[in-house]
């Protein structure tokens, strides 16, 4: 830090400059991310209240009664308004307070593994690393979803939580929670969802017709759920939701702060500090779309999504991993090496998704048609410039 200041419209100037550096929402390129632009109109609001925080609620009693509502709606959305739960910094954050809970819950039994599908979000891994649990990662089936035997054969006296996906990171795929639930009740073990993405897609797929599994609290062995505001919902960052079916469920994970609200309110979430901005600016986006609003969003990017497969089916040496099940597509090549594609679209300034099997893109609201023929125009450029190899062996990174 320099001894004087700088003057704001240096300092602007540098910024424009450094920031030149990132990529953004308006350009094609940014096809792998589960985020996108907020509405205009929430940005107003963010910036409106930024100094709101909900680490000491009894200071900002009206922005507490906003996130209220905000989980009443989520909860509603999910088949509980009833639930309780919070606005956190995003999916990591509410996945580690549902196994912070499921662990809590479980302490005297001297349970500590966690089971998981292989396709679960390296959330998990993070809470196992942090509270000494063991992750038991479940093989996937034909359909990429769990294996269900897997799951039962993996529950153990040690079992504290088994994890469902709704909407999985790599696939957007929906894992059969509806036996997750039963297995969860017959054994009393705690079933967490995270539906971080899903969240905000699967409710008005199933408004548009689409049959879809049931994943939420209307089944009566889900304990929590992982919602993202700030994915599809097209809430600003940081915008994570985590829902209890009851307050039950995380009373053993609460904390007494008396310095904080003269010790009326008490904390589950792993960070103390947070922002009331987001959880602002989620309630006025989430009134100001409403379910109509957010059906037409989905319904874009469905439409979009399917016109994005069809053209991916054209290209040569490129195949779908499976028909998309919302708006996310896997693709990879018996011909080339998925890591040379990823590469080569990189130099073009596409930036997708590289897991160890697939190449994966995410048809958010911010993409548009020309975005997604410009990107087949250029995959095919770079397909028709590679030499095929017998068996592609690649190096993958994340």
Same mark, same amino acid.
């Given at each position: 830090?320099?001894? /004087?200041?700088?003057?704001?419209?240096?300092i602007l100037k540098k910024l424009g400059k450094i920031m030149g550096a990132?990529?953004?929402?308006?350009?094609?390129?940014?096809?792998?991310?589960?985020?996108?632009?907020?509405?205009?109109?929430? +940005?107003?609001?963010?910036?409106?209240?930024?100094?709101?925080?909900?680490?000491?609620?009894?200071?900002?009693?009206?922005?507490?009664?906003?996130?209220?509502?905000?989980?009443?709606?989520?909860?509603?959305?999910? /088949?509980?308004? +009833?639930?309780?739960?919070?606005?956190?910094?995003?999916?990591?954050?509410?996945? !580690?307070?549902?196994?912070?809970?499921?662990?809590?819950?479980?302490?005297?039994?001297?349970?500590?593994?966690?089971?998981?599908?292989?396709?679960?979000?390296?959330?998990?891994?993070?809470?196992?690393?942090?509270?000494? !649990?063991?992750?038991?990662?479940?093989?996937? +089936?034909?359909?990429?979803?769990?294996?269900?035997?897997?799951?039962?054969?993996?529950?153990?006296?040690?079992?504290?939580?088994?994890?469902?996906?709704?909407?999985?990171?790599?696939?957007?795929?929906?894992? /059969?929670?509806?036996? @997750?639930?039963?297995?969860? !009740?017959?054994?009393?073990?705690?079933?967490?969802?995270?539906?971080?993405?899903?969240?905000?897609?699967?409710?008005?797929?199933?408004?548009?017709?689409?049959?879809?599994?049931?994943?939420?609290?209307?089944?009566?062995?889900?304990?929590? #759920?992982?919602?993202?505001?700030?994915?599809?919902?097209?809430?600003?960052?940081?915008?994570?939701?985590?829902?209890?079916?009851?307050?039950?469920?995380?009373?053993?994970?609460?904390? +007494?702060?008396?310095?904080?609200?003269?010790?009326?309110?008490?904390?589950?979430?792993?960070?103390?500090?947070?922002?009331?901005?987001?959880?602002?600016?989620?309630?006025?986006?989430?009134?100001? @779309?409403?379910?109509?609003?957010?059906?037409?969003?989905?319904?874009?990017?469905?439409?979009?999504?399917?016109?994005?497969?069809?053209?991916?089916?054209?290209?040569?040496?490129?195949? @779908?991993?499976?028909?998309?099940?919302?708006?996310?597509?896997?693709?990879t090549s018996n011909k080339f090496s998925n890591y040379k594609i990823d590469?080569?679209?990189?130099?073009?300034?596409?930036?997708?998704?590289?897991?160890?099997?697939?190449?994966?893109?995410?048809?958010?609201?911010?993409?548009?048609?020309?975005?997604?023929?410009?990107? #087949?125009?250029?995959?095919?450029?770079?397909?028709?410039?590679?030499?095929?190899?017998?068996?592609?062996?690649?190096?993958?990174?994340?």
């Amino acid at each position: 830090m320099q001894m /004087n200041g700088c003057s704001a419209e240096k300092i602007l100037k540098k910024l424009g400059k450094i920031m030149g550096a990132d990529m953004s929402y308006e350009e094609p390129g940014i096809l792998g991310s589960m985020c996108t632009s907020p509405l205009e109109f929430a +940005n107003q609001i963010f910036a409106t209240y930024l100094h709101k925080n909900l680490g000491d609620p009894g200071l900002w009693l009206g922005t507490w009664a906003i996130e209220r509502d905000v989980i009443k709606m989520l909860g509603n959305l999910l /088949n509980d308004p +009833n639930c309780s739960g919070y606005l956190v910094t995003g999916g990591t954050e509410a996945n !580690l307070i549902a196994m912070k809970a499921a662990r809590d819950t479980a302490r005297f039994d001297g349970r500590s593994e966690i089971v998981v599908p292989e396709s679960a979000h390296a959330s998990f891994d993070k809470a196992a690393d942090l509270m000494r !649990l063991k992750v038991i990662k479940v093989p996937l +089936n034909e359909e990429y979803t769990v294996d269900i035997e897997g799951v039962e054969e993996a529950i153990s006296k040690r079992t504290v939580a088994i994890v469902g996906i709704a909407g999985s990171t790599s696939l957007g795929t929906i894992d /059969n929670v509806e036996k @997750l639930s039963e297995i969860a !009740l017959d054994h009393g073990i705690y079933l967490h969802v995270d539906a971080a993405f899903g969240g905000f897609v699967i409710p008005f797929m199933k408004r548009m017709g689409y049959e879809l599994p049931k994943f939420d609290f209307e089944l009566p062995g889900v304990l929590s #759920i992982t919602v993202d505001p700030h994915k599809m919902g097209l809430g600003p960052i940081p915008s994570g939701g985590i829902l209890f079916r009851s307050e039950q469920n995380i009373v053993k994970s609460f904390y +007494n702060i008396p310095y904080l609200a003269g010790g009326k309110f008490k904390q589950a979430t792993i960070v103390g500090t947070r922002s009331g901005a987001s959880v602002i600016a989620t309630w006025a986006i989430m009134k100001f @779309l409403g379910i109509m609003g957010y059906i037409d969003i989905v319904r874009k990017c469905m439409k979009l999504t399917n016109y994005f497969a069809d053209s991916l089916r054209e290209i040569e040496g490129i195949k @779908l991993v499976r028909e998309p099940v919302m708006n996310i597509i896997g693709f990879t090549s018996n011909k080339f090496s998925n890591y040379k594609i990823d590469k080569e679209l990189r130099r073009k300034r596409w930036a997708i998704g590289c897991f160890p099997d697939m190449l994966r893109v995410v048809v958010m609201p911010h993409i548009q048609k020309s975005h997604v023929d410009k990107f #087949i125009h250029d995959l095919k450029k770079i397909t028709a410039s590679l030499i095929p190899e017998e068996t592609p062996k690649d190096k993958y990174y994340l």
